[in-house]
C-alpha cells in the first residue's frame, strides 16, 4: 500500500506539531506506528480515502462525533444554510435556546445546558462544580476524562504527570471500571472529603451494575454522580448510558 504522501506530509509535521496531530488520540501512534494512513483527502458515509488515493472504512468516525457518516446530505444542507447567515456574531444564537431545550428533553439529568469546546473542558466543569456545590475536594475517577491538570495527577506515570502540582495527586483517586468492591473502600475511607464520582460508562457493564451502585455509593456519601459521555452518548442511545441503563 503507497502512503507515500501521508509520510512526507508527516515528517513535514512532526517538526512543526507536538507529536504531528492536534489531538492525542488522533496521532498515529494511537493506532499503529507505521503502516497507518496519516491524512485524509475526502470523506463519505463510512469510507474515508488518504491523501495517497487508498480506501479505507472507517470504523473511527473522527473518534465517535461523526454518528451519521459524513457528508451527510441533511447535515450538510444545515451548514450550508447555517454559514450563509453567518456562524459567529457579538449576540447570542436562537439555536443555542432550541438545541439546549431538546438535550434536556432527551438526557435524564438534564435540567440546564452549557456547551463546551472540548470533552476535557466539559469533565472539568462538572468536576469544578461538584467541589462547589459539596464544598469537598475528593474525586474518585473511573476512566479517562482529558488532559487538564485534575486528571492528569492521578496517573502513576512521572513523565505524563510532569508538570502537575503534587498535592493534586492527593486530590484525585483512579477506580477500575466494574470494580465495585475498589469503588466502596475509596469512597468510605474519603467520605468526609468526597466531591464526586466520575464515570466513563462502557457499553459493557452487565446492564449497569457498576453505574446503579456508583449512584448508590454517591447518595450514600452526599457526592456528586458525574457520567462522562463524551463517548457514549447518543451513540448507546439517545439519552446516552443515562437512559439505556436506567442510571441518573
Known amino acids: 500500500m503507497n502512503l507515500s504522501h501521508s509520510e512526507h506530509l508527516y515528517g513535514k509535521a512532526t517538526a512543526i506539531i507536538p507529536g504531528a496531530a492536534q489531538t492525542i488520540s488522533k496521532r498515529p501512534g494511537s493506532f499503529l506506528p507505521e503502516g497507518w494512513p496519516k491524512y485524509f483527502d475526502r470523506a463519505s458515509g463510512t469510507r474515508i480515502w488518504d491523501v495517497d ?70 469533565t472539568s466543569c462538572a468536576v469544578r462544580l461538584a467541589r462547589a456545590v459539596t464544598g469537598r475536594e475528593t474525586v474518585l475517577s473511573s476512566g479517562y476524562a482529558g488532559w487538564h491538570d485534575w486528571w492528569v495527577a492521578k496517573l502513576d506515570d512521572p513523565i505524563q504527570s510532569r508538570g502537575v502540582p503534587k498535592f493534586l495527586r492527593e486530590k484525585t ?21 468526597l466531591a464526586c464520582i466520575i464515570v466513563e ?4 457493564d452487565h446492564g ?9 455509593i454517591a447518595d450514600t456519601h452526599g457526592a456528586i454522580l458525574v457520567f462522562d459521555e463524551i463517548v457514549t452518548g447518543f451513540r448507546l442511545g439517545l439519552g446516552g448510558a443515562q437512559a439505556r441503563f436506567g442510571v441518573t
Open 53 to 122: 488515493g487508498n480506501q479505507f472504512t472507517d470504523f473511527v468516525m473522527a473518534l465517535g462525533p461523526i454518528i451519521l457518516g459524513y457528508a451527510d446530505d441533511r447535515i450538510d444542507e444545515a451548514v450550508k444554510r447555517q454559514v450563509s447567515q453567518g456562524v459567529l456574531s457579538s449576540l447570542q444564537s436562537p439555536l443555542e435556546i432550541s438545541v439546549s431545550e431538546q438535550l434536556i428533553e432527551c438526557v435524564p439529568s438534564a435540567e440546564m445546558v452549557r456547551f463546551f469546546k472540548t470533552g476535557a473542558e466539559a
Open 173 to 193: 483517586i483512579d477506580v477500575a471500571f466494574d470494580d465495585i468492591e475498589n469503588l466502596r473502600q475509596l469512597a468510605a475511607q474519603h467520605a468526609d472529603d
Open 201 to 204: 460508562p462502557r457499553a459493557i
Open 208 to 216: 449497569g451494575r457498576f453505574l446503579a451502585v456508583a449512584r448508590e
